[in-house]
């Protein structure tokens, strides 16, 4: 167990839906990074968020936002869902703003259909 | 944008064989540069890493090497056995992904017995 929780481990919807992917960082972690990994574009960086503001964003859709709450989780929201979103999402978290220690969660499969 | 290319997408080897897989990047800012392990189905794992004030480093039957002037650094496995066999991926921080690490596509090793 990294310590990263995210749920649910498996999500099946229908195009044109929306879901929500949560992500719990490890304790004491402060960032939380969002990947996208599908079979052939490998870990494609989202977005960053720290202590509760963005940070970074990588090549995240207009479709797709996030937010880090208070106590530090983070939630992934897709809309507009599309065949082509189907990827396992990973999110991964690291004490400060640097990427030392990143440590990933077990991640969410995403299949819309 | 920023981008980290890896080399070889695939790989096979015979027990005991060595494995070398490269990588090259494309920020001269970046200075850190992990390696992860992905078996299937599972999240990706840190391996090894290296900072850019290091040209080398080794662990056990793992070493990774660094040539900041040609951009480049390598992952190279020892003895390999059939429990190496993954998906590994190459990494580096940039700049313009804030601390985020940007990742190489991976390379599938299989080591055959």
């Known amino acids: 167990d990294s310590g990263v929780t995210q749920t649910p481990k498996h999500l099946i919807t229908a195009t044109g839906q929306r879901v929500t992917l949560r992500c719990s960082p490890r304790?004491?972690?402060?960032?939380v990074y969002w990947y996208q990994q599908s079979l052939d574009q490998g870990l494609q960086f989202l977005i960053q968020y720290y202590n509760g503001e963005e940070r970074a964003k990588g090549n995240i859709l207009e479709r797709f936002s996030a937010q880090q709450f208070p106590d530090l989780h983070s939630e992934l929201n897709l809309s507009s869902l599309e065949l082509g979103d189907s990827a396992l999402y990973f999110c991964?978290?690291?004490?400060?703003?640097?990427?030392?220690?990143?440590?990933f969660g077990s991640g969410t499969r995403l299949t819309v259909v | 944008g920023e981008n980290v290319e890896q080399h070889p997408s695939t790989l096979s080897v015979q027990e005991g064989d060595s494995a070398v897989i490269k990588c090259t990047y494309s920020?001269?800012?970046?200075?850190?540069f992990p390696w992860y392990k992905q078996e299937l189905g599972k999240r990706p794992q840190l391996i090894i890493d290296i900072r850019s004030n290091v040209g080398e480093k080794k662990d056990q039957r793992i070493a990774v090497t660094l040539n900041k002037t040609a951009k480049h650094f390598s992952l190279h496995i020892t003895e390999t056995q059939p429990e190496d066999s993954a998906v590994y991926f190459c990494?580096?921080?940039?700049?313009?992904?804030?601390?985020?690490?940007?990742f190489g596509k991976g390379t599938t090793l299989s080591v055959s017995s």
């Open positions: 920020d001269s800012a970046s200075n850190y």
């Open positions: 991964a978290s690291s004490v400060g703003t640097g990427v030392y220690g990143y440590t």
């Open positions: 304790s004491g972690d402060l960032s």
């Open positions: 990494a580096a921080n940039t700049n313009q992904a804030g601390t985020a690490l940007i």
